[in-house]
């Protein structure tokens, strides 16, 4: 790896763990361009935390609040943790086999288009219906199930999280808000999956490369999540469903080839 290849990651890595169109889906593909075959698991739990750090950093007063006011909200996450997790373990193995498959990041990002396009139109419809649906336990733990279900390459997390609390019927902004708390002990349950191999890469000749990758997701990272608010603040969600759908399409393409 070199000191670009690992700006370039961070980058991919800010932006799309935030706009909903697949981070770990868009890694397989860069991936794939610089003819690195074998899955890039420590180096991509490093792009996460940088980008778990712009979460907890965008959201720091949000995050006060579960401890103070908004302890309903930090029950949600709880509950909503509880269908992440369960997935999680059960088909970690399985899933990080599919890391090194382009082909199947390409149907996933097809799914993951329907899943935002879907998630827009109603939100505008509900806007102009006036229909509004409090959170409650329930919704959280259908939004926990699509968290979980984003571990596949892909799916996107925040696309799917999002689209999911509007569908439900939740406020645009609060679907928006939840989706990103909820991704706080997921990335952290992750990265503590992987604590072992942390230690030795930190002592090892690719540690340079890593850090870099991780502070570049941070800086991208915050600047994409402000953007992704005022876009949903706009109902302009839905072209992230486009785009998927145009990307998806292009891998599939290139993989017949």
Same mark, same amino acid.
């Given at each position: 790896? +070199? ?12 932006? +799309? ?26 180096? #991509? ?5 940088? =980008? ?9 007063? /949000?995050?006060? !609040?579960?401890? =103070?006011?908004?302890?309903? =909200? ?5 509950? %909503? ?11 970690? #193995? ?17 799914? +993951?288009?329907?899943?935002?396009? *879907? ?7 509900? !806007? ?9 336990i329930w919704n959280s733990l259908v939004i926990g199930l699509a968290q979980g279900i984003s571990i596949m390459p892909g799916i996107s997390r925040s696309g799917a999280t999002i689209a999911t609390g509007m569908l439900l019927g939740l #406020?645009?902004? $609060? ?10 002990? *997921?990335?952290?349950?992750? $990265? ?10 930190? *002592? %090892?000749? #690719? ?12 800086? @991208?990272?915050? @600047?994409?999540? !402000? ?7 706009? /109902? ?10 145009? *990307?998806?399409?292009? @891998? ?6």
């Open positions: 790896m +070199t000191i670009a290849q690992a700006v370039i990651s961070g980058i991919v890595q800010g932006a +799309t763990e935030f706009f909903p169109i697949s981070s770990s889906g868009h890694l397989v593909i860069l991936h794939a361009i610089f003819g690195i075959k074998e899955p890039q698991m420590a180096f #991509d739990i490093f792009l996460h935390f940088g =980008t778990l750090l712009a979460v907890l950093i965008f959201f720091r007063n /949000d995050i006060l !609040k579960l401890f =103070t006011s908004g302890k309903r =909200t930090l029950l949600f996450i709880v509950v %909503g943790s509880i269908p992440t997790f369960a997935l999680g373990m059960l088909f970690k #193995d399985v899933v990080e086999s599919f890391f090194a498959k382009p082909g199947i990041v390409g149907f996933m990002l097809l799914l +993951t288009g329907f899943w935002l396009l *879907a998630a827009g139109l109603y939100t505008i419809y509900l !806007k102009r219906s006036g229909l509004k649906r409090p959170q409650n #406020d645009k902004e $609060t679907a928006f808000r939840f989706s990103f708390l909820l991704s706080i002990p *997921a990335i952290f349950g992750a $990265t503590a999956l992987k604590a072992s191999r942390i230690g030795s890469i930190l *002592a %090892g000749n #690719d540690a340079l490369y890593f850090i870099i990758g991780g502070v570049t997701a941070l800086g @991208v990272g915050l @600047v994409c999540i !402000k953007a992704l608010l005022e876009l949903i603040r706009r /109902d302009l969600f839905f072209i992230f469903g486009i785009y998927c759908f145009l *990307a998806g399409s292009a @891998v599939l393409i290139m993989r017949l080839r």
